[in-house]
C-alpha cells in the first residue's frame, strides 16, 4: 500500500504555475471573517472545521493547495484531504 505524503510548494512556485494556466484547485482554510478581508483570486474557501463534513465539494483528479494565514491549519487541512484518498495535496509554505 502506497502511503501518500502531503507536498509542499513555495508561494512563488504556485504563482507561477496558477499564471501558466495549471489546473489547481486552491483552497482556503481560514475562517470566514480572514477570507472577508483577503483571498487568492479563485480559491475556494472550506473554512478548516468544515473541511471533513464538506470533502465531497474537491475534485479528486485535482492538484490542490491549501492555505491560511500562518500556514499551520492549511497542514491540518492537508492531512485529512491525505487521509481522505487525495492524491496530490500540497501545503502552500508560509501561508499568505
Known amino acids: 500500500m502506497t502511503i501518500n505524503k502531503i507536498l509542499h510548494i513555495q508561494p512563488i512556485t504556485l504563482n507561477e504555475r ?38 465531497q465539494e474537491i475534485m479528486f483528479e485535482e492538484e490542490i493547495v491549501l492555505y491560511c ?9 492537508a492531512q485529512i484531504l491525505i487521509e481522505s484518498g487525495f492524491k496530490k495535496v500540497y501545503h502552500l509554505t508560509g501561508g499568505n
Not at 495549471?22 to 471573517?33: A, F, G, M, T
Not at 494565514?69 to 487541512?77: C, D, K, Q, S, Y
Open 18 to 55: 496558477l499564471e501558466k494556466g495549471d489546473d489547481i484547485c486552491l483552497i482556503d482554510v481560514r475562517d470566514d471573517w480572514e477570507y472577508s478581508l483577503t483571498s487568492i483570486k479563485g480559491s475556494n474557501h472550506i473554512p478548516l472545521n468544515e473541511l471533513v463534513d464538506r470533502v
Open 69 to 77: 494565514h500562518h500556514g499551520e491549519r492549511a497542514f491540518l487541512g
